[in-house]
């Protein structure tokens, strides 16, 4: 398979399941998006993290392909991807799990800390930016977009408390803001 195809050169792309757009259309910013977060996921598995987190952070890394598919599809809905509540109920599952061992906020803290957590804050606020552009650039005749909308917002929770678990595990203290 060829990487590049030339369709592209004129300024348009393709949607999923056909018809195309301008590159700057609302919807592939959307898409484009995703992709970034999707990246910063990957920078973040480059770190030595706990297997068990990285199996998480692949997983979603796979469904937020799925995600993107189903925010690039075309007029005619051309996909049989969907997301169900269940994928953010998993994400609040996870949530709930990384919490018990966590320090109870009284105070907003500031994002960074060590460099692991502090890529996991820049990932959360690049899923902030994906769901915002997503609000805007996906064709709200798409039934499948509540989900979509749903998990994003769970996903960020996510990634917020799997930053702090990453300051934790490293015994980094937590800057508040005062």
């Known amino acids: 398979m060829k990487i590049y195809t030339r369709g592209?050169?004129?300024g348009e792309t393709g949607l999923v399941g056909?018809?195309?757009?301008?590159?700057?259309a609302p919807q592939i910013a959307a898409v484009g998006s995703l992709d970034e977060l999707n990246a910063q996921l990957?920078?973040?598995?480059?770190?030595?993290?706990r297997a068990d987190l990285d199996q998480m952070l692949q997983g979603i890394q796979s469904r937020l392909f799925d995600v993107g598919a189903i925010v690039a599809e075309g007029p005619t809905g051309a996909t049989d991807i969907?997301?169900?509540e269940q994928d953010s109920?998993?994400?609040e599952?996870?949530?709930d799990i990384l919490q018990q061992d966590l320090v109870p906020l009284k105070k907003f803290i500031l994002p960074g800390g060590n460099p692991v957590a502090a890529q996991t804050h820049l990932a959360r606020v690049v899923c902030r930016r994906a769901?915002?552009?997503v609000f805007i650039g996906a064709p709200t005749a798409n039934r499948k977009l509540p989900m979509v909308f749903k998990y994003l917002n769970r996903l960020s929770d996510f990634l917020f408390v799997l930053a702090r678990t990453f300051n934790a595990s490293h015994d980094t203290t937590e800057?508040?803001?005062h």
Do not use: H, N, P, Y
């Open 18 to 24: 056909g018809g195309r757009v301008r590159k700057t």
């Open 82 to 84: 969907e997301l169900s």
């Open 89 to 91: 109920v998993a994400l």
């Open 175 to 177: 800057s508040t803001w």
């Open 131 to 133: 769901e915002r552009d």
């Open 8 to 10: 592209g050169d004129q």
């Open 93 to 95: 599952s996870l949530i």
């Open 42 to 49: 990957g920078v973040i598995r480059s770190f030595t993290i």
